[in-house]
């Protein structure tokens, strides 16, 4: 089946850094989203998506394709240097992941590179999760959170979680248990659903701005990284108070103090749409700079 989907750059929007549990094989993009092996590509960039094994809707939904991406580079594009990240990697979309998987997904990647993430993420799901084909090639669901917080701790260090563990384990229960309802967020302003996202086991500022911007649907979420920092510093250290930047030069890391500066300076130069700009400029210092 096919769908107009322009402007979607699906390469891009896969391999940037959002979302973990997808692999190309030839021109096909696998991906399990809501139980359901997604399989789909494009014959040319910004061009219909061609997908199997889900509804128009769902995927409408998840690549964000009703996100009008003209208004967002116009509202974003306040500079030479975004402009150059808009055009190199137009098309480039948010997806709307599943909050749950989405959130054990952050406490994972905490101070880790994107393969080991997907490393820890594959190992979960194929210890936990149900297997599935489609194409001959083996698919597991991801675990429920009724699974993860019934695993033990030995059982989730064994898929490469180190001291994560614990913290998944908590929040799984937290969340299994009904104490913590991750949907009802959506109905909350941006702040006070931080605010409440960070009572959770491994959850910090940053964790909690990559939840609300990947997975529930808060545009204006800005998170910041090692590489967002340096987008900061390199590009828009003029817009930031002199000693905050010369203290950000020597820093090897982020206080909680500096990450709410730098996260309060994206949300207010970029706006209601600053998690797109984060996404494309550090998308852009990754590979480009």
Not at 56 to 81: C, M, R, V, W
Not at 183 to 196: I, N
Request: glycine residues 4%; positive net charge; proline residues 4%.
């Amino acid at each position: 089946m096919k769908l107009n989907c322009a402007p979607l750059n699906l390469d891009v929007t896969l391999c940037c850094g959002q979302v973990f549990r997808w692999t190309k094989k030839q021109d096909w993009w696998y991906g399990v989203a809501k139980n359901k092996i997604l399989k789909v590509r494009q014959a040319d960039v910004n061009t219909e998506l061609e997908y199997e094994n889900q509804d128009e809707t769902f995927l409408k939904n998840y690549f964000g394709l009703e996100d009008d991406l003209q208004e967002i580079s116009a509202k974003i594009g306040k500079d030479p240097h975004i402009r150059k990240a808009l055009q190199q990697f137009y098309g480039l979309r948010i997806i709307r992941q599943d909050p749950w998987e989405c959130l054990i997904s952050y406490i994972c990647a905490t101070y880790k590179n994107i393969p080991a993430i997907n490393h820890m993420l594959n190992n979960l799901s194929r210890k936990f999760g149900q297997k599935t084909t489609l194409d001959e090639t083996e698919f597991y669901t991801f675990p429920t959170p009724k699974q993860l917080a019934n695993a033990t701790n030995q059982d989730l260090t064994a898929c490469g979680l180190g001291y994560r563990a614990k913290y998944v384990k908590w929040t799984s229960k937290r969340i299994f248990e009904n104490t913590f309802e991750l949907e009802s967020l959506r109905q909350l302003p941006c702040e006070q659903a931080k605010k409440a996202l960070c009572t959770l086991p491994g959850v910090g500022p940053k964790v909690a701005d990559c939840i609300l911007l990947f997975s529930l649907e808060k545009l204006e979420a800005f998170p910041v990284d090692r590489w967002v920092e340096r987008v900061i510093l390199n590009h828009y250290a003029q817009q930031i108070p002199t000693e905050l930047a010369q203290k950000l030069a020597t820093n090897t890391g982020l206080n909680d103090s500096q990450y709410k500066k730098l996260n309060a300076f994206g949300r207010q130069y970029f706006g209601e749409y600053a998690g797109y700009a984060q996404e494309y400029l550090y998308h852009y210092e990754r590979l480009i700079t």
